[in-house]
């Protein structure tokens, strides 16, 4: 879960649109289940599939989610969307790990991970902040709205950069 959305969601649920704490826990509880309903189907499709064929269309959805929690007002759209957010992030969390786990040498591996982490980490610590501070200032929209150009642009990067990992790794396990 990124940082805008543990900050600014509540806030724009619970504050602007006047849903209770029961409804706006409801929602993180469903994004939950879901993240955890995609454990194994994501390991699968990413094995079999591809890394980048998982966590591209993840971040391409989760920037549609982005995009349209500012503007969608009805809770049932809002379980819907919070649904396809945690299938997208159910798709990229694990994959992701994955991914990196298959481009970095075996001898810097764990180093790296630990890198990957701490960075990943430091956005859960400098998101919610930032994410607070963009509400307090403009209204929980602009929170989500900042972050959608960040999501899509790491789409982009793993559309056109990032190579597909999964052959190599197959070709290296023989």
Not at 104 to 114: C, D, G, T
């Amino acid at each position: 879960m990124t940082g805008v959305q543990t900050c600014a969601l509540p806030i724009y649920v619970g504050v602007q649109l006047g849903f209770s704490a029961a409804e706006v826990g409801l929602l993180f509880s469903l994004y939950g289940l879901v993240n955890v309903l995609m454990i194994a189907p994501t390991g699968w499709l990413s094995d079999t599939r591809g890394r980048k064929w998982v966590v591209v269309p993840s971040t391409y959805l989760a920037t549609g989610v982005f995009l349209l929690f500012p503007v969608t007002r009805e809770f049932w759209l809002l379980v819907a969307l919070i649904g396809v957010l945690g299938v997208a992030t159910g798709l990229a969390l694990g994959t992701m790990a994955t991914y990196t786990y298959d481009v970095i040498p075996e001898h810097a591996r764990a180093r790296l991970q630990a890198l990957r982490r701490m960075i990943g980490e430091s956005g859960g610590v400098a998101g919610p902040m930032a994410a607070g501070a963009l509400a307090d200032l403009a209204g929980p929209a602009t929170a989500f709205w900042c972050f959608v150009p960040l999501q899509f642009v790491s789409g982009l990067l793993m559309t056109f950069v990032a190579r597909e990992s999964l052959g190599r790794v197959k070709l290296r396990n023989g």
